[in-house]
């Protein structure tokens, strides 16, 4: 009994909550408006967590990684804008 209050201690203690795809951010920094395509984006971040689209066919994604835990948390996010080819405009925003 002893030893399963322990382990149950344990998975407690090191609980996490974890959304969306972990990425790095230097990945982020290597990307070339007018070269990067969106399919070498999500290559390299994943699936995006939310995409807009303009009425010129271009799109702007977002993609986040958040994760908490007892012993510390990490959160980072990026917004980059595609035109209508799929290739890189501009990145919009970096949180890390």
Same mark, same amino acid.
């Given at each position: ?11 407690? %203690? ?7 795809? =972990?990425? #790095?951010?230097? @990945? ?11 399919? #070498?984006?999500?290559?390299? %971040?994943?699936?995006? =967590?939310?995409?807009?689209? !303009?009425? @010129?066919?271009? $799109? ?8 908490? !835990? ?5 959160? =980072? ?5 595609? @035109? $209508?080819?799929? =290739?890189?405009?501009?990145?919009? !925003? $970096?949180?890390?």
């Amino acid at each position: 009994m002893k030893k399963l209050m322990i382990i149950a201690a344990i998975c407690t %203690l090191t609980a996490c909550a974890t959304r969306g795809q =972990k990425f #790095e951010m230097s @990945d982020v920094e290597h990307f070339q408006p007018g070269v990067t395509t969106y399919e #070498e984006v999500v290559e390299k %971040l994943g699936k995006p =967590k939310s995409q807009n689209f !303009s009425q @010129d066919g271009g $799109k702007s994604a977002t993609w986040i990684y958040v994760r908490a !835990s007892i012993a510390g948390s990490e959160s =980072k996010g990026t917004r980059l804008l595609f @035109d $209508k080819d799929g =290739k890189l405009i501009r990145v919009m !925003s $970096k949180v890390e």
